[in-house]
C-alpha cells in the first residue's frame, strides 16, 4: 500500500514537472471537474432565456436563445485554473465568439470595461480588451459534450487567460462600461484581476 501511494506520488510529481510551464504557482493538476458557484443551479426555460450586450454600445443587441443558438460556432482548445488551486489542461469548448457578439454592438471609444451578468444576480468584471482576446467564447459545449447545468447550460462565458471564477456561469448579459466596478467575488475579496501566472487570487494583494 505505501508503494503504491509512493509510485503514485512520483508519477504525479514527474507529470507535474513535465508540464510545469502549463501550471500556475500553487495549483495542482486533476482530470475532475469540481463544481463550484454562489447559489443554486438555475432552471433553464428556453422560451425566456436571452442574451443582450448594452451599455456604452452603438447597437444595443438582444438575442433569444433561438437566435443565440443560430450564431456562427467556433472550437477553442486550452486550459483553465481555478482560484481554489486546481488546474484542468486541454479543454476543448464549441461556442460562439465573443468578439463578433460585442463588434455587432459597436463599443464606444469610452468603453475599456465590462460587467458580465449571470443567473442568480452573479456579476463579475472583465477590461475590454481582455474579453475581446482571441480565444473567449460564451459556450453550450465541453470535450463534445453539452455542458451540464450545474457548470452553467446552457452558456457559459469561458476566459482562458483569467482564473475560472471570471468564466461566469449561466451568462445573460455584457454591460460596457467607462469604470471598472467589481463584480460579486470581486465585492468578496477576490482580485479585480485575477491573472492565474500572477496568483492574483485576492484583493489584499492588489497594490
Known amino acids: ?8 506520488r512520483k508519477e504525479r510529481e514527474s507529470q507535474r514537472a513535465a508540464l510545469a510551464h502549463r501550471i500556475p504557482a500553487g495549483q495542482e493538476l486533476t482530470d475532475k471537474w469540481p463544481v463550484l458557484h454562489y447559489g443554486d443551479v438555475p432552471k433553464f426555460k428556453p422560451e425566456a432565456w436571452d442574451f443582450s450586450i448594452s451599455g456604452l454600445v452603438a447597437r444595443p443587441q438582444r438575442y433569444t436563445y433561438e437566435q443565440f443558438n443560430a450564431l456562427p460556432r467556433v472550437t477553442e482548445t486550452y486550459d483553465i485554473h481555478c482560484v481554489t488551486g486546481w488546474s484542468k489542461l486541454d479543454n476543448t469548448w464549441e461556442g460562439v465568439r465573443v468578439r463578433d457578439l460585442v463588434e455587432a454592438a459597436g463599443p464606444l471609444p469610452t468603453a475599456t470595461f465590462v460587467m458580465v451578468h449571470g443567473e442568480n444576480d452573479y456579476t463579475t468584471n ?8 482571441e480565444g473567449s467564447l460564451i459556450a453550450n ?3 463534445g459534450q453539452d455542458i451540464e447545468p450545474a457548470h452553467g447550460w446552457p452558456y457559459r462565458l469561458v476566459l482562458p487567460r483569467l482564473y475560472f471564477w471570471k468564466s461566469a456561469k449561466w451568462v445573460r448579459s455584457f454591460e460596457l462600461m467607462d469604470t471598472n466596478e467589481r463584480g460579486f467575488w470581486e465585492r468578496y475579496g477576490y482580485h479585480n484581476n485575477g491573472d492565474p501566472w500572477k496568483e492574483e487570487r485576492y484583493s489584499w494583494q492588489e497594490g
Open 141 to 143: 459545449q465541453h470535450n
Open 126 to 133: 472583465v477590461p475590454l480588451d481582455l474579453l475581446l482576446e
Open 1 to 8: 500500500m505505501a508503494l503504491d501511494w509512493l509510485k503514485r
